[in-house]
Every structure is written in C-alpha cells, then in structure tokens.
T-cell receptor, first 112, second 111 residues
Framework: DTEVTQTPKHLVMGMTNKKSLKCEQHMGHRAMYWYKQKAKKPPELMFVYSYEKLSINESVPSRFSPECPNSSLLNLHLHALQPEDSALYLC???????????FGQGTRLTVV | GESVGLHLPTLSVQEGDNSIINCAYSNSASDYFIWYKQESGKGPQFIIDIRSNMDKRQGQRVTVLLNKTVKHLSLQIAATQPGDSAVYFCAENIVGQNFVFGPGTRLSVLP
C-alpha cells in the first residue's frame, strides 16, 4: 500500500468559515508534509512533521494550523482564509531522510 | 520543441519519439533527486530517483542523468506515449532538509 489519502477532494469555504483538511497514510512513514500548489507552479512546502512533532514551519500564516494526532494522520485546520489562499493542498509522507515522498491527490480549496 | 516564457515551459514530442526533460537545480549540497509526474487534477507521482553518488539510473522506459558539475538533471522517456502527457517536476533534497521542487515542464505528446 503506497497510498496517501486526502479528504475532501474539493472544498469551497467562505472567509469566515473554519474547516479542516485531512490526510492519512498506512505505510509506517515517520515524516508527513503539507504543500501548497498554485496553478502552473510547483508545490511549495508549508509544514513538516517528523515523529508526530512539527519540525518545519515555512513561515506560514497562523490562519493555517497543522495537527498530527498520530503517526498515520495529518490535519490542516483552516480559519479566516483569504481568496488568495485558494490552491491545491497536497499531503505527502516519507520514511524521512533521503527517501521518496509519496503524495496524495490533493484537496482543491476555493475561498470565496 | 521546447518553449520557455511566462507560462509553464512546454515540450512537444511526437508519439513514439524519445523525450528529454531538463532541470537545473539550485544547491550544490543537494544529494538526492526525484522526478515526479503530475497529471491534471492529481498529486505528483514518483517516477524515478537518483542519489548524488550516481550519474545515471534507469527504470522502465525512463532514465535519469545527473551532472553535478553543472548542477543539471535530465529525464529521458523512451518511446513517448500519450499517457506520458503531464507536467514533470524535478525535486532536490539535502539530508536533514526537505524537497524543493523545480519550476516544472509540461510534456505534450502529439499523435
């Protein structure tokens, strides 16, 4: 099983809403990632969790709040987003170090 | 041929021809590289990887070449098929840090 599952696939939210993106992997990977991808651009790293602890926060605004409840799950809590936050949000996992990262299909987020 | 401009660079090839997608990476300390394929509406899919102690690695119909002297990576796809149409990203990694993606190249396979 080399699958990273993200839900929901699509999300439309207002600027005053609170929503959460979910990610799950059962490969026993110790590192999990959130990336943001705008149209025609490469994925940009937002957060990294290593052994369920936040190890990297790439200066992401506080309206994005990550959470790693256990080694298989990764959430991204969203609050008071702006229209420019509309993008494809990708979750990935890896064994850590120099090993390949497996990506989910992403959540297409639209902020209205 | 290849075009670069304000939009995503695009490489157009005839079906059955070989494709070569190039990538210039930024950090001379990067020691692990991956090529990803991303189809429309999907997440990036692993194609092939290479470590800095190698200069060539082959997979099924794909070959990655690494030239550390000029910080250049290439992906060769043999006998390109319509299903190969996608955006291709190279990603570099430094031990203890995380993957940084290149700008991407759109491969368009012509019938």
């Amino acid at each position: 099983d080399t699958e990273v599952t993200q839900t929901p696939k699509h999300l439309v939210m207002g600027m005053t809403n609170k929503k959460s993106l979910k990610c799950e992997q059962h490969m026993g990977h110790r590192a999990m990632y959130w990336y943001k991808q705008k149209a025609k651009k490469p994925p940009e790293l937002m957060f990294v969790y290593s052994y369920e602890k936040l190890s990297i926060n790439e200066s992401v605004p506080s309206r994005f709040s990550p959470e790693c409840p256990n080694s298989s799950l990764l959430n991204l809590h969203l609050h008071a987003l702006q229209p420019e936050d509309s993008a494809l949000y990708l979750c990935a996992s890896s064994r850590g170090g120099n090993t390949e990262a497996f990506f989910g299909q992403g959540t297409r987020l639209t902020v209205v | 041929g290849e075009s670069v401009g304000l939009h995503l660079p695009t490489l157009s090839v005839q079906e059955g021809d070989n494709s070569i997608i190039n990538c210039a990476y930024s950090n001379s300390a990067s020691d692990y590289f991956i090529w990803y394929k991303q189809e429309s509406g999907k997440g990036p899919q692993f194609i092939i990887d290479i470590r800095s102690n190698m200069d060539k690695r082959q997979g099924q119909r794909v070959t990655v070449l690494l030239n550390k002297t000029v910080k250049h990576l290439s992906l060769q796809i043999a006998a390109t098929q319509p299903g190969d149409s996608a955006v291709y990203f190279c990603a570099e990694n430094i031990v203890g840090q995380n993957f940084v993606f290149g700008p991407g190249t759109r491969l368009s396979v012509l019938p």
